[in-house]
């Protein structure tokens, strides 16, 4: 294993912005990881751990410190009756594992059919879409914990698993994930919860889905709604959507009648914010010099070519003020910044 200098990170993100890593190495094995580990600490360089660059925005300085690219790769599973335990390692594909297993017929992971990244970045992030979140599936998460320099098996409870949070970024820096094992299903059901699966199923004349068409029908409606990576520069969502009391909702929803909730519990209330930013703050489709909103969804903040973190900074500090002067509210982003 080679540890590089100064490696530009714009080509391992999917906004395509950044500056060079000071050091750099792939990891494809557990000794490679001890390795690069071991340098870190020889030269007291931070580390940040990168899959495959989906969910952050480098600097236009870089990062002074070693970028640890995870591609350990390898899946395997065992059979307990109608359940499966998989467990893949940390530098698999996300998507193309989700494929995997719909193909083999196991139930779980279908709503989260076509979300780039890896399989190491899921539990951070406690990724999700279309009412499905990978703490769901999540059984097992094995990773080395870099400040006691021991390897640790962190059970689905112990991940303190929220909304897009989880104890591994809570404790940023702390744990690298080495593999994840979910637990699946043979004869799993289907989650319709969705206004919008429910919609694209009516439209295809579809009563009982089969597994293999959950997945179909999930990358089609993303495919409608999120920019093809190929063309744009992204990181998805670049901002969480809104959780507020139920008497604020109360509040915005006499100002703005047709705003779209959906009740967390009795107290809490979820507001999807492209709503807000769409039809409240005309931010949908915006563009200025390099950088922009998409066209289908104003919460996806896009690099037209040649953007520089500054303008996406800039853009989301003025989306994030336009959301308080409107609403009041405050708003976190959800893509990382690493500098
Ligand atoms: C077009 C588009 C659509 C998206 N849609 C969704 C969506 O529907 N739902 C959703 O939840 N997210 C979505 N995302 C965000 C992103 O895909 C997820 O957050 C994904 O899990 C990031 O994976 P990654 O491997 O690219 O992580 P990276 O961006 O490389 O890293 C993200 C974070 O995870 C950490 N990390 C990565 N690998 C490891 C590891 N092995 N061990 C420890 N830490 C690690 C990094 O240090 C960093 O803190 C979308 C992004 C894009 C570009």
Not at 102 to 131: C, D, H, K, W
Not at 286 to 307: E, W
């Amino acid at each position: 294993m080679k540890i590089q200098e100064n490696v530009s990170l714009k080509e391992y993100t999917t906004f395509k912005i950044g500056g060079p890593a000071k050091f750099f190495c792939v990891v494809k094995n557990e000794n490679d990881l001890i390795e690069a580990f071991n340098f870190s600490k020889k030269n007291k360089v931070p580390v940040f751990v990168l899959g495959g660059g989906s969910n952050i925005l480098v600097a236009d300085e870089g990062y002074q410190g070693l970028v640890i690219k995870m591609e350990m790769t390898g899946i395997v599973h065992a059979e307990d009756g109608d359940v499966v335990h998989v467990t893949a390692m940390a530098g698999e594909d996300w998507d193309k594992f989700v494929e995997k297993m719909v193909g083999m017929g196991f139930y779980g992971l279908e709503n989260l059919s076509g979300i780039p990244g890896t399989v190491g970045a899921s539990p951070v992030q406690n990724i999700g879409a279309y009412g499905v979140e990978a703490k769901d599936t999540i059984e097992l998460v094995y990773v080395l914990d870099m400040q006691k320099d021991e390897y640790k098996t962190f059970t689905n409870n112990e991940c303190k698993f929220d909304y897009r949070n989880s104890i591994f970024k809570e404790e940023e820096g702390r744990y690298v994930v080495l593999s994840v094992t979910f637990k699946l299903n043979k004869k799993g059901r289907l989650n319709f919860g969705y206004k919008d699966i429910q919609e694209a199923f009516a439209v295809k004349r579809i009563k009982v889905p089969t597994l293999k068409q959950m997945r179909e029908i999930v990358l089609d409606i993303r495919s409608r709604k999120l920019p093809d990576l190929r063309k744009y520069g992204t990181a998805g969502s670049f901002f969480k959507n809104v959780i507020v009391s139920s008497a604020k909702a109360q509040e915005l929803l006499a100002k703005y009648p047709d705003m779209i909730v959906h009740a967390v519990n009795n107290k809490k209330v979820k507001i999807p914010l492209a709503w807000i930013l769409d039809h409240v703050c005309g931010f949908r489709g915006v563009k200025k010099g390099n950088v922009g909103t998409y066209q289908n969804q104003a919460l996806v903040l896009v690099n037209f070519g040649n953007a520089t973190a500054k303008e996406i900074i800039d853009l989301a500090q003025k989306m994030v003020d336009k959301v308080f002067e409107e609403t009041g509210i405050e708003i976190e982003t959800e893509v990382e910044y690493l500098n």
